[in-house]
């Protein structure tokens, strides 16, 4: 897993510097411009559609959400797809319910998209269009670099459909590069902070939200902490009644308006005498216990 996570640096920068087949993909996209979008995924592909909704949201003005596969594989429902983008997002592109979603909103009518690690997969030949999101082939259990790299692919896709050209990535690669070095002592005195945690929360607005629901899977699955990933602002509408001393909050804190509107979340969960670590480019506040830029 560490091994691969080194990898992100190269593999930000060979998607980027690759500007050609996204931009064909869009291009076909943009020519049948849909109505709205729907993202289909499972696990950290579904954590990456969440950030899929906001692009296309913000940057192109479409609705959009995220299908519930079971409407399909289990109840049998064929709903009208005319004039919709279905983005099926998937890893390995074999998942058999994300198949069968994408074969079925093919035929009711969408125009298909797989973004996928897995170019030659079952379900870049059951879509019409493939993204490739070229993050070479992973071993870890754990989903890491394809994590960042179908971020980034989508992104791509998203602003090649507004006819730009991805300029805004280059250099991504370097900067993740200067992440993982610079950030190496601050990881390790938060590794050590928080061995007492037997509870974690984690919290994001905005563009990071995918990455507190993704943190939050991978806490659950490599270290075997019971957590919990809310919306600062769904956090405060009940589920901060379960914040005490004895939990450490992960909150993702980009510089922007997502972490600006977090503010209040970490005032409160400080508060009510929660640990908190902040991870990201926003600068740390008073209510923050311990932070990794």
């Known amino acids: 897993m560490r091994t691969e996570i080194d990898q992100q640096p ?3 920068d060979d998607l980027a510097g690759d500007h050609a087949e996204l931009a064909a993909v869009a291009r076909g996209v943009a020519e049948r411009p849909p109505r709205f979008v729907l993202f289909a995924a499972r696990g950290s592909s579904h954590h990456a559609a969440h950030y899929a909704r906001y692009l296309v949201e913000v940057l192109l003005g479409l609705p ?4 519930a596969p079971s409407t399909t594989t289990l109840y049998g429902a064929r709903p009208d797809l005319r004039d919709v983008l279905l983005v099926t997002v998937s890893q390995s592109g074999g998942s058999d319910d994300l198949l ?3 074969g079925t909103a093919r035929r009711q009518g969408a125009r298909t998209l797989a973004v996928t690690n897995s170019p030659g997969s079952a379900l870049s030949e059951a ?20 994590y960042t790299a179908t971020l980034l692919a989508l992104y791509l896709f998203v602003d090649a459909v507004r006819g730009g050209t991805g300029e805004g990535a280059r250099g991504l690669g370097a900067l993740a590069a200067r992440t993982l070095d610079e950030s190496a002592d601050a990881v390790a005195r938060a590794v050590h902070r928080y061995r007492f945690a037997d509870r974690v929360v984690t919290t994001a607005r905005g563009y990071s939200y ?5 943190a939050a899977l991978k806490l659950a699955e490599t270290s075997y902490l019971p957590t919990r990933a809310h919306s600062g602002a769904d956090l405060l509408h009940g589920p901060v009644a379960a914040v005490d001393t004895d939990t450490a909050v992960l909150a993702v804190t980009g510089a922007g308006a997502g972490g600006t509107a977090l503010g209040e979340v970490l005032d409160t969960v400080a508060g009510r005498g929660a640990d908190v670590l902040t991870v990201g480019s926003a600068p740390p506040t008073a209510s923050t216990g311990a932070s990794i830029p």
Do not use: C, F, S, Y
Request: hydrophobic share 50%.
């Open 10 to 12: 190269g593999v930000l």
């Open 127 to 146: 879509a019409e269009l493939t993204v490739d999101v070229r993050a070479g082939p992973e071993q870890a259990v754990a989903a890491t670099k394809t």
């Open 64 to 67: 959009t959400g995220l299908v």
């Open 100 to 102: 069968e979603v994408t």
């Open 210 to 214: 995918a990455t507190a629901l993704e």
